[in-house]
């Protein structure tokens, strides 16, 4: 069984750049959801994704967007990167239909905004 | 709203001696709670989690929560520490019949030999 990959590890833009952050989920995993990680933060919910569409989304500004594909991988993009979007993004799946309320994270990307 | 309270920012311990990591959260609905332990460069992983029924819950590797209803709280508890368990904890609620889920700002603990 796959757990839930990341790409890329680390990543540096420039301020008013856009970014793409990739996520493939667990095998089997129908849900994805992306967390924003400041420094010294705990993990802020941005979007999540259930077979392609949106199902909920938190306090983030429209330039955060995200896809999901049919094998339920997933995409975040950030437009006209700001300072304070430097943070760790995390992905992580789950079963959505299935209430076992677990979510599988993956190691995450380190965004870096200069 | 939803929203959670870890009150120790770090907790530092000598290896053997037991622990206790705070959380209290705030819901005008019902909630499941959990804790996730991240160790430096890695993602989260679910460590344990309380849905229903028995209000104290165990993890694989001694860690243990009670939730307590009636204080809103949802405290982390080990007996006895190892080295190994030095890593930042966060608490964390979602809403029922919710993935969405709410964290807490994290509690790191540093065991000491």
């Known amino acids: 069984e796959t757990g839930v990959t990341q790409s890329p590890t680390h990543l540096i833009k420039t301020r008013g750049q856009q970014v793409t952050l990739r996520c493939s989920s667990q095998s089997g995993h129908n849900t994805v959801s992306w967390y924003q990680q400041a420094l010294g933060q705990g993990p802020q919910f941005i979007f999540q994704?259930?077979?392609?569409?949106?199902?909920g989304r938190g306090n983030f500004p429209p330039r955060f967007s995200g896809l999901q594909f049919p094998n339920y991988s997933s995409e975040l993009n950030v437009n006209a990167l700001e300072l304070d979007d430097s943070a760790l993004y995390l992905c992580?799946?789950?079963?959505?239909?299935?209430?076992?309320?677990?979510?599988?994270f993956g190691p995450g990307t380190r965004l870096t905004v200069t | 709203a939803q929203s959670v309270t870890q009150l120790d920012s770090q907790v530092p311990v000598f290896e053997e001696a037991p622990v206790e990591l705070r959380c209290n959260y705030s819901?005008?609905?019902?909630?499941?709670l959990f804790w996730y332990v991240q160790y430096p460069n890695q993602g989260l992983q679910l460590l344990l989690k309380y849905l229903s029924g028995s209000t104290l819950v165990e993890s694989i590797n001694g860690f243990e929560a009670e939730f307590n209803k009636s204080q809103t709280s949802f405290h982390l508890r080990k007996p006895s520490v190892h080295i190994s368990d030095t890593a930042e904890y966060f608490c964390?609620?979602?809403?029922?019949?919710?993935?969405?889920?709410?964290f807490g700002t994290g509690t790191r603990l540093q065991v000491f030999p």
């Open positions: 994704y259930y077979r392609e569409e949106e199902n």
């Open positions: 819901s005008s609905v019902s909630v499941y």
């Open positions: 964390a609620v979602s809403v029922y019949n919710t993935d969405k889920l709410i």
């Open positions: 992580a799946s789950s079963l959505g239909q299935v209430k076992s309320y677990e979510q599988y």
